[in-house]
């Protein structure tokens, strides 16, 4: 794997998709990583070419021991499709809700019925609260098409399963 967060050359006037990495602030990295590992059916990233952890190459940054986590902070897509995802140890505590949260899609396709959609997202709700998360509310009304559970990871942040 190459740095972390990648630099793309876009030549002027060709249009091209960037990578980059989600950054998610947090208390308990360790903890973050594996729960949203779990969650998004994702892996533990492994450090760069050439260093043995994510901290020893942090160190080769020259960043503070203090950056050091001594667990898992960074995961991604066995696939290779989603982004990575980087869990940054802050001292600010979570106090209002995210500007921007995660959808995981569990329901199926749309042409499903209703019901069997409904038991799919309560059950990977279930599944999560397994894991730490907790329901914060059920997003459902008559003659809607659409179901979702919202919820919380380990630290309070909002994301919704649909």
Not at 70 to 95: C, E, L, M, N, T
Request: charged share 25%; hydrophobic share 35%; with cysteine.
């Amino acid at each position: 794997m190459p740095n972390p967060v990648h630099r793309v050359a876009r030549p002027k006037g060709i249009s091209m998709p960037v990578c980059y990495q989600l950054v998610i602030d947090c208390a308990d990295a360790d903890r973050q990583a594996r729960f949203w590992a779990a969650a998004l059916g994702y892996e533990f990233a492994p450090p760069p070419t050439g260093f043995a952890t994510w901290d020893d190459y942090y160190r080769d940054l020259g960043l503070p021991e203090a950056a050091s986590t001594s667990g898992v902070d960074r995961i991604s897509d066995p696939q290779g499709g989603g982004p990575a995802i980087w869990f940054q140890v802050v001292q600010d505590v979570k106090a209002v809700k995210n500007r921007l949260h995660i959808d995981i899609h569990a329901s199926g396709d749309r042409t499903d019925p209703m019901q069997t959609r409904k038991k799919r997202v309560d059950i990977e709700a279930d599944r999560l609260v397994g894991l730490g998360a907790t329901i914060s509310c059920v997003m459902y009304q008559e003659g809607i098409d659409h179901y979702a559970v919202g919820m919380k990871d380990p630290e309070g942040n909002e994301f919704d399963i649909n």
